[in-house]
DNA sequence: GGCGAAATTGGTAACGTTTCCAAAAATTCT
DNA sequence: AGAATTTTTGGAAACGTTACCAATTTCGCC
């Protein structure tokens, strides 16, 4: 691999001037850039990203992690992410949980992965952590951003949605459309987004009149395969509802297709209703009405924070976002007398 | 952030003994040592990735190219890699492509943001790449595989299925079920690996006595989007048909939510089989008959091969992956007399 | 207790850049 | 033409690490 000196050599130029040909900054006269931009072009030189990092302490990359690469929910942030980057000239670097296991242990690795990557910012897509984790970080943690997940001590570093308001949203939906026997499909215990948008709606369905206590919750995994067990299960269960809230979208798409093969119709027989409103719930079949949570924004003000930390740029930021109700065909009235 | 000399100086020993220490190469006693490790934990030391490098060249990590983040074909096959690197103790750095725009340019500009940092192998999934383009590389194309793409030049670099065969497996089981009216949406007819699946499925045809000219082929994005409007738009038309072949398993999706809102049964007025065979083929509604590629397999291949060639290693390659169908729900004996 | 061998240790020279400073060359002005 | 100014240039020092070599310490043995 060919270096500056080789450049500067076959240039015949001094290793000064053919840094700041290759750099950009400081001038140049113009015959000799051409003379040592023929040389780059020869020797196919790449000015490598690590002996430059070096000097300078800048890397121009800021660090993402995310738990995994299964599913329709991380990628989609993480190419909001790329893209907002990459309009700002900077680039990002990626470390990937596996999906299972341990994720705070996980999420600290990969987070180590980036640290000694030099990334000039980190972006935590990760509701694993704790606070005691970020404090161990010492001074590293001013530049990070944790998105999905709050922590009281660095509450400004934080990007998330309103959870719990997305719950009690689901539970309006349902109950405008006269829903009074509902199921639920949950997804982890741990996870705190999970449990409030849970709250929310049972929450919601408590001021509505309806015993709460006696509603099924299965709680799942997220997948679509945790959806449709767990679609299987209620079903064989004796309980009797005419609607489902499923945690997640994904959770929601398994179920719909347990639903077509079980020849259930939905929303004839049971009402889904999806929660994130990811891509899976524009096309699935029957399409699913979801609790729209505005990923994009969220990621996107994630991002610009940082970049204003990073960078001492100004970028204005917002921090409330409003969760709606996508209206698709999954939900429908409940029929009389049911 | 602390460096191996601030460790060296608060341990009390010299800048050698603490490198040895940390890299674990090389022998101390076990009280220095510890000594050493007591400093590292006390600063929150982490080597820098950048200086590690550079005296040695070695950076431990694989540079991996996928050309979106998009869709359910790409992250699987990352997060495949992404397992294998790390068990065997390798990292992986993925640069991302767009998915819309000059997939070629994005390709050549993601390869060298991965060259650039120095890593010890690419890996590359694309198929916009041209024999040319493998050349201007130089020598550091020898590290180099490409997934999902097949170049004479360096054919044993590359690791892909045999697509035309594939497409002609898509086609058999149709004609088994008797299905001789057929439609299709096609992939971007720049793709190689669209147009081989798509010449498989139309010699198969034309072996069946079929005349193809008539066949109707609508050429999509392998999105959902497209195979919604694509079905939407072969309804319109007025060919008939009882069968539709979709180029991949998210149009395939696509096209199965499109049905359903139109009040066309699946498999019961048309019959649709997918390609690929991705988890999103078996949640659909109903779920999806689809070509199943041994991605898994591929992309596995291809990471050993390289990693022999990084690393000296011997393990076991193969380069032969066979195509087969997955019998779901969307495919049905065609209708008496229609 | 002293000798030789082995283990441990410290420090210098790389690695490929950028950033500076001083020197040289080009340009402007009188 | 020469002085003053500006532009251009070359090279040393630094960034944080590893690899090597030489010096020192430790250990085993007679």
Redesign the pocket.
């Known amino acids: ?1 060919a ?3 080789d450049v500067a050599r076959l240039a ?6 053919a ?2 040909v ?2 950009g ?5 113009a015959k ?2 051409e003379r040592v931009r023929r040389a780059i072009e020869e020797l196919k ?4 990203h690590a ?2 990092t ?3 302490g800048a890397s121009h990359m800021i660090g993402v992690y995310i738990p995994m690469l299964k599913g329709s929910f991380y990628t989609p942030i993480l190419n909001i992410i790329h893209t907002e980057l990459r309009a700002n000239g900077q680039n990002m670097v990626v470390a990937f949980g596996s999906g299972n296991g341990d994720a705070r242990k996980q999420a600290m690795e990969g987070l180590e992965f980036l640290i000694e990557r030099g990334c000039d910012g980190y972006l935590l897509v990760s509701d694993a952590l704790t606070e005691d984790d970020i404090a161990a970080l010492g001074t590293q943690a001013s530049r990070l951003v944790l998105l999905n997940h709050s922590l009281n001590s660095i509450h400004n570093q934080c990007f998330s949605a309103d959870h719990h308001a997305g719950g009690r949203l689901a539970a309006q939906a349902l109950l405008e459309m006269k829903h009074r026997r509902i199921a639920v499909i949950a997804g982890f215990a741990t996870s705190r987004d999970n449990v409030a948008r849970i709250e929310g709606f049972m929450a919601e369905l408590g001021n509505a009149g309806i015993d709460t206590s006696s509603i099924p919750v299965i709680d799942s995994d997220f997948s679509p395969e945790g959806g449709w067990n767990s679609a299987a299960a209620l079903i064989a269960s004796k309980h009797k509802f005419t609607a489902l809230f499923c945690a997640n979208d994904e959770m929601g798409v398994g179920a719909l297709s347990y639903f077509q093969q079980a020849g259930i119709a939905v929303p004839g027989k049971i009402s889904v209703i999806g929660y994130d409103d990811t891509a899976t719930a524009e096309y699935s079949a029957p399409r699913l009405t979801s609790v729209h949570i505005p990923w994009y924004d969220v990621a996107l003000n994630g991002v610009r924070w940082l970049l204003n930390q990073c960078y001492e740029t100004n970028k204005p930021v917002k921090r409330k976002f409003a969760a709606s109700v996508t209206w698709r065909a999954s939900v429908a009235r409940v029929a009389n007398g049911k």
Chains 1, 2 share one sequence.
């Open positions: 691999m270096t500056i000196n015949g130029v001094g290793l000064g001037t840094s700041r290759i750099s900054k400081g001038s140049v006269s000799t850039a030189y790449r000015p490598s002996a430059r070096l000097p300078t």
